[in-house]
């Protein structure tokens, strides 16, 4: 393995072969690079996209400070580089190498990939194997880092459980540092038993040691197993039905947990405000304050409103500071407070007046995503923004009342007529509304809807700012994910999907309205890989083995390549997709839990065939299950941090018509 | 009123592979970092008044780039070290002064840049000669770049070779609106590939 002076030496002779070499060589302001040889614990923290994509999540920025502030830890960071440097590296011998000190990715002792959507999962692959670490967790060894992985995707491990030795299920905070204090201890024990064998043993290769690296590998997957929220794959065995559905999932020993519940915090910490600021043109040129953690709307198509519950907030004052401290540390141009729901953080007009005041005349640009349809919302952007720009948006999602019924997102079209004419008249020119497709059971009628309310809506705006004004509408479609109500449906078939997008485009033909619909094949792989099993693991590595790597990517597509993998191995993709499932089936994920239970998703599932809605759950509790799973989390963190409604006892039950299990 | 400042910096290390435009928003960034106002311009959408003398290609060093930052705040005598402490270490300041406000684009005052460029491959030095004396000799040197002939000849002001202490070339090349020499396209024509160089920019030539 080269050493980082190697590297860097290496880099200099052919980073200007590839394109926008400056996502090669780090040197960002804000980057920690602390004394290698005197750190005992070594963290690389990857993110598989390329940095000008990575560099923007903040998920990856938490644990590099999470880490960092430990005296005994460093985090350094790599993302995937880009075909064309992947191609140099590989010709050139350049292992994948940490931004901060270009230390080769295997010299760490943890690798933590960041995955929060499935898309990245061959980028993975290919960079353990870029790193030279072997890409099968049974390959590996105590003299390769621990491969670990997080993130939204992971809340269904299994399709990538050959690859990973160890998954977080659910909130990275606190369960990093136990994941260190384990990796420490191992492998300092390790380095004892080493430094008092080598008077005796005078070769590594000894077959003793070969014993010793072994059994501590082993020691250390059990110890992981234990730390709540973490999921070591290789500890469970998988038995499948005939019908290729699962029979049963359970652990071989006995410190693996039957069911691994996701860890959360309690109170939300502090958050990061010294943020690495690139020195290229990424994807997000801002700084971020996340406002509240969770939502309370319970949109059953959203997997991130089922799985990041409860709703936690941050102070206002604490929000107003970090974005000070924030801004202040980077001089960032643009401010982003951070939400599944803006509108339904408590003191959103205390904040939104604070952040106003603070900022204004300073050139900051401040946004505030995700906003109720409600004139409300008007009033809250203008206050943080003294101009116009950039336009307003909104996300219906679905169109007729049956529609918003299914999937839970009620809002009637006048409140979104009257919204949308209310934003066009204070002087906003461009509106733009998001929008589902492929919603179960919708109709062409449904998909027709769409069309009618975006043509209303053009017509009142004209009628209010004339001319001038553009509607943008956005329609994506909807795949089903696992943790959520409809983690039993079907996925919509290309063929309606395709009739669905046909009549979008004939019916909107006007000049002012700009459609923009997500291409059905981009589709199909995120929903293949969201709900597979463990058999996914070889589609992919076959997959990836073929070529296909940023398959997040457009202009990336290996189709071929992965219908290839899936009839390598015996497996028809339609099974992951166009299969509605079995009421008792067992899902690949059911052993994972979010602490919602799954009668309660069902339910909730049942409801929606029946068109019944469910109300915020911050005004009436459904029992999703994450308050008896947290009772004591709770009880040891008072305080209204957590916007669940008290629930007094448990003998009398929340909910009148839901079986309680 | 705002008070226009001249920095000159050398741009080093891992800011060698930043580029122009990313340039831009590095002084803006580090200007909102160290607590200095810059001017903004009028209009729909306001930027930060900075101009920058001459682009430098992608992976040159530089001892000599020069920025012009417009600002709101009264002199500040700690302007230079303040600044320096929020930039990122490739960016160093060599020196600071006020010029006068109205005074013309910075980007049309240069002339002429001096690069030095160190040959990393062993080279045959009385070949590398001949080929260089060829070239000063030159009456048109017909070049293509994207698809456009021009003349190179014209626009290298001086080219000279030296053995000692490590074999580099030195040339001065006209940066001209429209007649801008680029090293890289003088070593092609001496046959020398890029990435066997390090190349820095040495001097800017202003009026």
Redesign the interface.
């Known amino acids: 393995m080269l050493i980082p002076t190697q590297i860097e030496q290496k880099l ?6 590839v394109s926008k ?2 996502r ?6 804000n980057v920690t690079v602390k004394d290698w040889d005197k750190t005992p614990m070594r963290v690389a923290l990857a993110f598989p996209d390329v940095y000008d994509i990575g560099i923007s999540n903040v998920g990856l920025q938490i644990l590099y400070d999470q880490v960092n502030d430990r005296p005994d830890a460093l985090a350094e960071r790599a993302y995937a580089p880009w075909v064309d440097m992947e191609a140099v590296m590989r010709e050139e011998g350049i292992p994948l190498y940490s931004l901060e000190s270009f230390h080769p990715v295997r010299d760490f002792d943890i690798l933590g990939f960041t995955l929060p959507y499935e898309t990245l999962f061959t980028n993975a692959l290919n960079m353990l194997d870029l790193a030279g670490i072997p890409v099968r967790t049974v390959e590996r060894t105590m003299e390769h880092p621990l491969v670990i992985a997080g993130g939204h995707s992971t809340m269904n491990p299994e399709p990538m459980h050959a690859f990973i030795d160890a998954f977080v299920i659910g909130e990275g905070e606190e369960v990093i540092h136990d994941i260190i204090d384990a990796v420490k201890k191992i492998k300092m024990s390790l380095r004892t038993r080493r430094e008092v064998g080598s008077e005796a043993i005078s070769s590594l290769e000894d077959a003793d040691c070969f014993a010793t690296n072994r059994a501590a590998r082993n020691d250390l997957l059990l110890a992981l197993a234990q730390i709540p929220g973490v999921y070591v794959p290789s500890l469970y065995r998988v038995e499948y039905l005939d019908d290729g559905t699962i029979a049963e999932v359970s652990p071989l020993v006995a410190e693996a947990p039957k069911k691994v519940i996701k860890r959360l915090v309690a109170k939300l910490p502090p958050p990061p405000t010294k943020f690495i ?1 690139p ?3 990424a994807v997000h ?1 801002r700084v971020s304050v996340e406002i509240m953690r969770g939502c309370t709307r319970g949109c059953r198509f959203c997997q991130a409103g089922m799985i990041v519950r409860p709703v936690r907030e941050r102070p206002v004052a604490e929000v107003v500071a970090a974005a000070e401290a924030a ?7 643009e401010l982003a407070l951070l939400s599944l729901s803006s509108s339904d953080y408590t003191n959103i007009l205390e904040l939104v007046t604070a952040v106003g005041e603070k900022f204004s005349g300073q ?1 900051l640009s401040v946004s505030l995503p995700s906003l109720r349809i409600e004139s409300v919302s008007i009033d809250l952007m203008e206050k943080i923004k003294s ?1 116009r ?1 950039g336009g307003f948006t909104l996300a219906p999602e679905a169109a007729s009342e049956r529609m918003r019924r299914i999937i839970n997102k009620f809002i009637p079209d006048e409140d979104i007529i009257n919204t949308a004419r209310e934003i066009y008249a204070r002087g906003w020119v461009t509106l733009k509304l998001y929008f589902m497709i492929g919603h179960p059971s919708e109709t062409l009628e449904d998909v027709q809807a769409i069309a009618d309310l975006c043509k209303r809506v053009l017509h009142e705006g004209r009628k209010v700012a004339g001319n001038r004004i553009k509607l943008n509408v956005g329609v994506s479609t909807f795949i089903p994910k696992p943790q959520t109500p409809f983690q039993w449906v079907a996925c919509d078939t290309p063929e309606k999907i395709r009739a669905k997008q046909v009549l979008l485009r004939q019916e909107m033909r006007d000049k002012n309205i700009k459609l923009t619909l997500t291409s059905i094949e981009d589709s199909l792989l995120e929903a293949w890989l969201t709900r597979g099993d463990r058999r996914m693991a070889e589609v992919i590595y076959s997959a990836w083995k073929s070529g296909a790597k940023f398959d997040a990517w457009n202009d990336q597509h290996h189709f071929d390549a992965w219908y290839a993998a899936f009839n390598e191995h015996g497996l028809d993709p339609d099974f992951y997709t166009y299969r509605q499932r079995r009421t008792d089936e067992i899902f690949p994920w059911d052993h994972i839990s979010a602490a919602v239970r799954k009668e309660f998703l069902f339910q909730d599932f049942r409801q929606s065939l029946e068109g019944q809605i469910r109300i915020d759950c911050r005004q009436h509790c459904f029992a999703c299950g994450i308050l008896p799973t947290f009772t004591s989390v709770r009880r040891e963190n008072p305080g209204d941090h957590w916007k669940c409604p008290e629930v007094k006892s448990p003998a009398r039950k929340p909910v009148e018509a839901l079986p309680v299990l | 009123m705002s008070r226009r400042i001249r920095i000159t910096f050398a741009k080093t290390g891992p800011l060698r592979y930043i580029g122009h435009l990313d340039l831009h928003k590095l002084w803006e960034r580090a200007s909102r970092r160290a607590g200095v106002s810059l001017a903004y311009s009028q209009g729909f959408h306001p930027q930060p008044k900075i101009q920058l003398a001459s682009a430098l290609p992608l992976g040159f060093s530089s001892r000599c780039e020069v920025a012009d930052l417009w600002v709101e705040d009264e002199p500040n005598p700690n302007l230079q070290n303040e600044l320096q402490t929020a930039l990122p270490s490739g960016i160093v300041i060599q020196n600071m002064l006020e010029v006068e406000e109205r005074g013309p684009a910075l980007q049309t005052q240069v002339v002429a840049s001096e690069f030095e460029v160190t040959l990393l491959e062993e080279v045959d030095a009385e070949a590398l000669t001949r080929r260089l004396s060829a070239v000063l000799e030159a009456a048109t040197l017909p070049r293509e770049r994207r698809g456009k002939t021009y003349d190179l000849r014209p626009l290298i002001e001086s080219l000279a070779f030296s053995a000692s202490p490590a074999p580099s070339l030195h040339m001065r090349l006209t940066a001209r609106e429209g007649a801008t020499g680029r090293p890289e396209e003088v070593l092609a024509e001496l046959g020398i590939a890029i990435e066997d160089t390090r190349i820095e920019r040495t001097e800017l030539i202003f009026i």
């Open positions: 200099d002779r052919v980073l200007l072969k070499p400056g090669y060589v780090g040197g960002e302001v600021v020195n290229i043109e040129n801004v202040k540390a980077t001089g960032a141009e050139h101009r720009t």
